[in-house]
Protein backbone atom coordinates (compact mmCIF):
# COMPACT_ATOMS: atom_id res chain seq x y z
CA UNK A 1 0.00 0.00 0.00
CA UNK A 2 1.00 3.25 -0.89
CA UNK A 3 1.17 6.33 1.21
CA UNK A 4 -0.38 9.61 -0.85
CA UNK A 5 1.25 13.02 0.46
CA UNK A 6 1.96 16.17 -0.61
CA UNK A 7 5.61 18.34 -0.28
CA UNK A 8 5.87 21.49 -0.65
CA UNK A 9 9.39 23.15 -1.69
CA UNK A 10 10.31 26.79 -1.22
CA UNK A 11 13.37 27.96 -2.95
CA UNK A 12 14.91 30.53 -5.09
CA UNK A 13 13.41 30.81 -8.39
CA UNK A 14 15.90 29.66 -11.62
CA UNK A 15 15.61 28.06 -14.58
CA UNK A 16 15.56 24.06 -14.07
CA UNK A 17 14.44 24.32 -10.41
CA UNK A 18 11.32 22.08 -11.42
CA UNK A 19 13.28 19.99 -13.48
CA UNK A 20 15.51 19.07 -10.65
CA UNK A 21 12.51 18.59 -8.20
CA UNK A 22 11.17 16.08 -10.73
CA UNK A 23 14.35 14.48 -11.55
CA UNK A 24 15.49 14.22 -7.77
CA UNK A 25 12.06 12.63 -7.27
CA UNK A 26 11.94 10.09 -10.29
CA UNK A 27 15.52 8.81 -9.57
CA UNK A 28 14.26 8.16 -6.05
CA UNK A 29 11.75 5.89 -7.61
CA UNK A 30 8.64 7.63 -6.19
CA UNK A 31 5.43 8.00 -8.40
CA UNK A 32 5.05 11.61 -9.12
CA UNK A 33 0.81 12.22 -8.72
CA UNK A 34 1.11 16.01 -9.92
CA UNK A 35 3.60 18.75 -10.09
CA UNK A 36 3.47 22.45 -10.38
CA UNK A 37 5.53 25.41 -9.63
CA UNK A 38 4.52 29.42 -8.50
CA UNK A 39 6.47 32.21 -9.11
CA UNK A 40 6.44 34.50 -5.67
CA UNK A 41 6.76 38.30 -5.73
CA UNK A 42 9.91 37.99 -3.59
CA UNK A 43 11.86 35.88 -6.24
CA UNK A 44 10.84 32.68 -4.67
CA UNK A 45 9.45 29.56 -5.98
CA UNK A 46 6.99 27.20 -4.35
CA UNK A 47 6.91 23.83 -5.98
CA UNK A 48 4.47 21.58 -4.79
CA UNK A 49 4.19 17.87 -5.44
CA UNK A 50 1.49 15.24 -4.85
CA UNK A 51 3.82 11.95 -4.41
CA UNK A 52 3.29 8.09 -3.56
CA UNK A 53 5.45 6.68 -1.32
CA UNK A 54 5.76 3.42 0.40
CA UNK A 55 6.33 4.51 3.92
CA UNK A 56 7.81 7.79 6.10
CA UNK A 57 11.03 6.83 6.04
CA UNK A 58 10.87 6.70 2.02
CA UNK A 59 9.25 10.05 2.37
CA UNK A 60 12.02 11.44 4.84
CA UNK A 61 14.58 10.25 2.43
CA UNK A 62 13.23 11.88 -0.35
CA UNK A 63 12.76 15.29 1.21
CA UNK A 64 16.18 15.18 2.37
CA UNK A 65 17.76 15.15 -1.20
CA UNK A 66 15.37 17.75 -2.64
CA UNK A 67 16.63 19.53 0.55
CA UNK A 68 20.25 19.69 -1.14
CA UNK A 69 18.98 20.90 -4.62
CA UNK A 70 20.69 24.51 -5.43
CA UNK A 71 18.71 27.22 -3.66
CA UNK A 72 16.23 25.03 -1.84
CA UNK A 73 15.22 27.12 1.01
CA UNK A 74 12.57 24.18 3.02
CA UNK A 75 10.56 21.52 1.92
CA UNK A 76 7.81 20.27 4.27
CA UNK A 77 5.11 17.92 3.96
CA UNK A 78 2.18 20.29 2.64
CA UNK A 79 -1.19 20.37 4.52
CA UNK A 80 -3.95 19.65 1.71
Avoid: P
Avoid at 17 to 24: G, K, M, P, W
Amino acid sequence: VKLSTNIEVMAVDRVGLLFDVARVISESHVFIENLNSRHLKNGNAVVDASVQVDDVEQLNALMNKIRKQKGVISVDRARK
